[in-house]
């Protein structure tokens, strides 16, 4: 059973999308990535900040998926980090409404003694300094680093990023933010030269176009299961940073090999994550749903042709 | 080795995008799909029309790859079909700054007489009348029927579209297109409301996304490969179609097992024909870089996860 650090936000989400509307919900990139990464055998933590407005049944919901939470710091009479966003018709971009930093405006991530010693850490969508932070607290260099990010931290952190980056194995981005680090429009391009920056291997995420994983000269692809409803992609990038994780501590084998399976797992919770708005699919998913449906990824993606 | 018709345009093309502009140059849908499907053991023919102002070459270069075109009429005094487009930066979209019908405003495709009893049809994009011309002409339902079309007849001749959608086996459609006709945006739902309108079998094409095969409840995705430079896509879902059909007519199995192998050569092939100006890479594709390519396209998508 690998260890894991997962370092993000525990949020409150309010979404707004074609299909309806939700209050303020559970959210955050830590809490998808957790819940996604418990479906596998893994002793996991939660670095974060919140505030005492946070209810008490979603750190619970987290401590009975045997997700480690005494690295979430609780800040007495301190607000939650909130963010409330729009989807448009195709679900395929939004618009955000609201971000209240709150806490999170005064992040300094604690990692919790014991797990200064965890095989992988996942550095959730935060600001470089404070992933960088992390990194620093482990008190010997992880097996495996893995880091997301947004294209707002390039366009406000640039050289904080890139300083990041360079400490790190494995890198999470959408295709758009590829394109926007590099300068290069070829993902194919684009993902060798983040490759000089720091992590051997790069993940670009397309949505429901599904996901590349680059390494050296390999290149794997994971589709997204086509799904006849799509009801709130939120958290969808993170539950596949979190089944990635996931699986790669529970298998404790981080070769190139492996990590094509653990995309695939990766892309199978996310296919669940979107059926329902904020963490309710995850909450509730069971192991048998999640290995029947990784039959229909094999189903969808393998084929027979001799090869000469 | 499978017997196979082709309608569609043999054409000039004119065609600017970012890495340059070509002259007046070899297409139009039958010829990508004929040499595509040449790469394979087929005995196939080309029913189309041009004016006599068509360089003898491009006649010689469809002969030499062992495509019949006898079924090529050839008018006199006539001019071939012609378009001209430019492509936008980022390869995904175009102008169309001419088009000129010549010659194909009056086509009345004839099927030769020795293609009659073809195992497999390919309907190119055509005026649906024409397409429904083709297949009353064969002296046997061929095994298979393959229809390409475009949102164009679905504006402009959307009854006669969907009379001779009722009489195919397999149609090829691209996203946008699946979704107007249906008025469905999920793929999955839009491929099943097609499935009532005739045929059993729908090849969602999403360009650099790949493309999707659904029949019944089973659904299978082949990648497009990533790749370093897309020159011009002009043709690449032609080349798509021809791999397609190639392989079916060559390997005489249209089960789904083996279409699933059917859209990976055709994906293959695909790459290839970006990879240059027209039909350039196309005329010149050997064998043995489509055989290396095949292996490249396995490790993108293959995974040994074990099922439970």
Known sequence: MGKLVIVGTVAFDEIESPFGKTDKI?????????????????????VSIVGDDLPQAYLDLLTSKGIDISGIEIVQGGK???????????????????TELNTLADFNPVVPENYKDADIVMLGNLHPMVQMSVINQ????????????????MDNALDDLLEVIKHIDVITINDEEA????????????????????????????GEHGALLFHDENIFF??????????????????FAGGFVGYLAATDNISFENMKN??????????????????ERMETLERDEVNKRLHQFKALTQFDIELK
Do not use: C
Request: zero cysteines; proline letters at 4%; hydrophobic letters at 40%.
């Open 26 to 46: 559970l959210g955050g990139a830590a809490t998808f990535i957790g819940l996604a990464a418990s479906q596998f055998n893994v002793d996991s933590t939660i």
């Open 80 to 98: 939650t980090f909130y963010w409330k966003g729009k989807y448009h018709n195709d679900l395929n971009s939004r618009d955000t409404l609201v």
């Open 138 to 153: 482990m008190a010997k260099r992880p097996n495996l680093i893995v880091l997301d990010t947004m294209n707002f931290w």
């Open 179 to 206: 394109r926007q680090l590099t300068g290069e429009y070829s993902l194919v391009t684009a993902a060798a030269k983040i490759q000089t920056m720091g992590p051997k291997y790069v993940v670009i995420k397309k």
């Open 222 to 239: 994971a589709p997204a299961l086509p799904l006849k409803e799509v009801f709130d992609p939120t958290g969808a990038g993170d539950t």
């Open 262 to 279: 653990a995309v695939i797992h990766g892309s199978n919770l996310a296919s669940f994550s979107v059926e329902k708005f904020g963490t």
